[in-house]
């Protein structure tokens, strides 16, 4: 079985301030592992994902990702947030090696940047 | 911008209606999924195409019937729902289904439908 954990509901940052996302995750093999954010009303963004290769990744509006296989995290950092990027954020995982496994999402964090 | 389109984007519906959510994705897409998503909280699968065939229905009640006439467009058939049913229903695609071909899984989301069941 694979799960992803958000343990943080709330996140407030001040505007200009570094923000971390914290994401940690199980899976019975190697994980994919993906950042999407939602807005007010809307879908889901894709933000950064890990697939294979270096362990920081760089994604969309500044947003970059540290994979850290002995502490099984995957957490979303950004140097300097911007009031814009309040939102909600939600890390998945899909295990490789179970082909027919869906991602999973944890719960999500909502990121409050204060100005 | 989202690539994948969803209609409408509010429907308010009483529990006798029958109405009909739309996606539509131009991406060449072969997987297709509908999530349903409640607030503040993450998004559920409902169902997955692959390949205009239904592969994964998640123990959804048969008050929601999903369609895939073709490879670019999902429908979502809604009958006598009930008001619990009230939330954001998302549609989104993948090049391929998971797992085939090296696929990562990655999704592409459509800004969803938002449902009101009185």
């Known amino acids: 079985a694979q799960s992803v954990a958000q343990p943080e509901d709330q996140v407030n940052v001040a505007e200009g301030n570094p923000l971390t996302v914290k994401c940690t995750y199980s899976v019975s093999g190697n994980p994919y592992l993906f950042w999407y954010v939602q807005y007010p009303n809307r879908g889901l963004q894709f933000l950064l994902k890990?697939?294979?290769?270096?362990?920081l990744v760089k994604g969309s509006y500044g947003f970059e990702a540290e994979f850290n296989k002995s502490q099984t995290s995957f957490h979303l950092k950004k140097p300097s947030a911007l009031v814009s990027d309040s939102a909600l954020y939600f890390c998945?995982?899909?295990?490789?090696?179970?082909?027919?496994?869906?991602?999973?999402f944890g719960g999500g964090t909502r990121l409050m940047v204060k100005p | 911008d989202t690539e994948v389109t969803q209609t409408p984007k509010h429907l308010v519906m009483g529990m006798t209606n029958k109405k009909s959510l739309k996606c539509e994705q131009h991406?060449?897409?072969?997987?297709m999924y509908w999530y349903k998503q409640k607030a503040k909280k993450p998004p559920e699968l409902m169902f997955v195409y692959s390949y205009e065939k239904l592969s994964i229905n998640e123990s959804v009640p048969s008050r929601f019937s999903p369609e895939c006439p073709n490879s670019s467009l999902l429908n979502l058939h809604l009958h006598a729902l009930q008001p619990e049913d009230s939330a954001l229903y998302l549609c989104a695609s993948s090049q391929v289904p998971a797992g085939r071909g090296g696929n990562t899984g990655e999704l592409f989301f459509g800004e969803g439908s938002r449902l009101t069941v009185l």
């Open positions: 890990y697939i294979t290769g270096d362990n």
């Open positions: 991406m060449g897409h072969r997987a």
């Open positions: 998945a995982v899909r295990d490789i090696h179970n082909a027919g496994n869906m991602l999973t």
